[in-house]
């Protein structure tokens, strides 16, 4: 919903996680919608996508649509956090003072906890001011970081693997000892997310999928039929997709290897379809 759709996130988890890929995916999704603006100590992200590396913040406000990349990957480590403040108090300064309901432009901020402390005390400002103007931001860290005020902040929160016992007492804390005793085991891509206004303030697992282009139509066809229907025989979804069996059984094949989707075994030879948990609960 548009009056939603300004949000800030926190997306923690070990290297090789599944987290930068998350992010990215989520940008993928929003670049047509809004201006998107990385912060990047790594220098990774003008290698992983299609963006403008800049300088410098120009207005906000004429931003276009797409994603802007400002890589800190040359500069010193002491450099970062005070560089990333300046761009931070720049995009302050130069965000429209206009009310928005709906999310405008977007800043993402990898590896935010290399940039701690610098860029608090500017950040808190933002994320507290800038909201009503459309602007939300995510946050990328190996660990939950000690963020103070920030904390209060953060709507959308999405943690990957991780043992890092610190980060463990956290989510106990947080969400229950069920909860942190399976977190050093998720699959890369598994996130474990917690959103106030979704599942009764519950938090659930949900797991970031492929990107739309990787999809095939009948892939994607395929899966809106098992999604509505909740679960069906392999003759049931022959009928309603219409296909013949052979492209059937290989789109089906496809599937189950991208491990989107489980086949069980029912009664004679019939076999059931079902979408796997993780994607029933929140595909993205």
Not at 47 to 61: A, F, K, L, R, Y
Not at 168 to 193: D, K
Request: charged fraction near 30%.
């Amino acid at each position: 919903e548009k009056d939603k759709l300004v949000l800030n996130a926190l997306i923690t988890g070990v290297i090789g996680s599944g987290k930068t890929t998350a992010a990215k995916i989520i940008v993928e999704k929003l670049k047509e919608k809004a201006s998107i603006i990385v912060i990047d100590p790594t220098g990774a992200w003008k290698n992983m996508i299609e963006g403008q590396v800049v300088e410098g913040m120009q207005n906000v406000g004429e931003l276009e649509k797409g994603v802007k990349i400002f890589d800190l990957g040359d500069i010193s480590e002491d450099e970062k956090g005070e560089a990333a403040a300046s761009f931070l108090q720049s995009i302050y300064e130069k965000t429209p003072k206009k009310l928005s309901q709906r999310l405008k432009f977007l800043i993402v901020i990898e590896e935010f906890h290399r940039l701690i402390p610098k860029v608090n005390s500017i950040l808190e400002r933002c994320m507290r001011e800038l909201r009503k103007y459309g602007v939300g931001f995510i946050l990328i860290s190996h660990t939950i970081p000690d963020i103070g005020l920030i904390r209060g902040f953060v709507n959308l929160r999405f943690h990957f693997r991780t043992g890092y016992e610190p980060d463990l007492r956290r989510i106990a804390q947080s969400y229950g000892t069920e909860y942190a005793r399976i977190m050093n085991r998720l699959p890369t891509g598994v996130s474990l997310f917690f959103f106030h206004e979704y599942n009764d303030a519950k938090p659930y697992f949900i797991k970031f999928g492929e990107y739309a282009w990787r999809l095939t139509e009948k892939e994607r066809k395929l899966l809106e039929i098992i999604e509505k229907a909740g679960e069906l025989t392999i003759g049931e979804l022959k009928e309603k997709s219409g296909y013949g069996w052979s492209t059937l059984y290989n789109t089906l094949k496809t599937l189950t290897n991208k491990e989107i989707i489980a086949i069980f075994p029912e009664s004679g030879r019939r076999k059931k379809v079902v979408l796997k948990k993780e994607w029933r609960q929140g595909l993205i």
